[in-house]
Every structure is written in C-alpha cells, then in structure tokens.
C-alpha cells in the first residue's frame, strides 16, 4: 500500500522539521520512537540540506512561479508482514 502527500514551497521547512525527529514531544501520539531509526530519506544522499536541495531542484525544471506550485511530495510506503 502506498500513500502520497504533495506540498508547496510554504510547507517544506515544516515537513523537514518532522521528518529529522528532533522534538521531545509530538503531538501525533501514535509515534512510535522505538521505531523511528527505520524512516529513511532518498535525498539524503545529497550534500547539502533538504532545503537548499529543493531550491537548486526548482532552478532546474520549468515550473510556474506561483504559490500553489508544489514542489516536494512525501511517500509512505507499507506492504504486510507476511509479505514474501
């Protein structure tokens, strides 16, 4: 199973925040800490912050330069335990 959430510009810092972990508390109590060490990033690999990536990223491509654009999407991607 598979889920996709798109965002603009406005929202990246936001969900950069939440994805790193770095709060002591949250406000979603069904996060599980004990498990966050399996959430990765596919543009971790990048040497430089998410931020700056996804600014240098837009300069690349055409794309209109309004607020509603968006510019980054976040995938969660779940397959059952008994999966082979």
């Known amino acids: ?34 498990r966050t060490h399996l959430n990765y990033n596919l543009a971790e690999h990048q040497d430089m912050k998410q931020g700056d990536f996804i600014k240098e990223r837009c300069s690349q491509v055409r794309m209109q330069n309004r607020a509603d654009v968006n510019v980054m999407c976040s995938w969660v991607v779940t397959a059952p335990k008994d999966l082979k």
């Open 1 to 34: 199973m598979a889920h996709v959430t798109k965002f603009k510009k406005a929202s990246c810092g936001q969900m950069f925040s939440h994805y790193d972990r770095n709060k002591d508390h949250y406000g979603n109590e069904n996060i599980d800490r004990e």
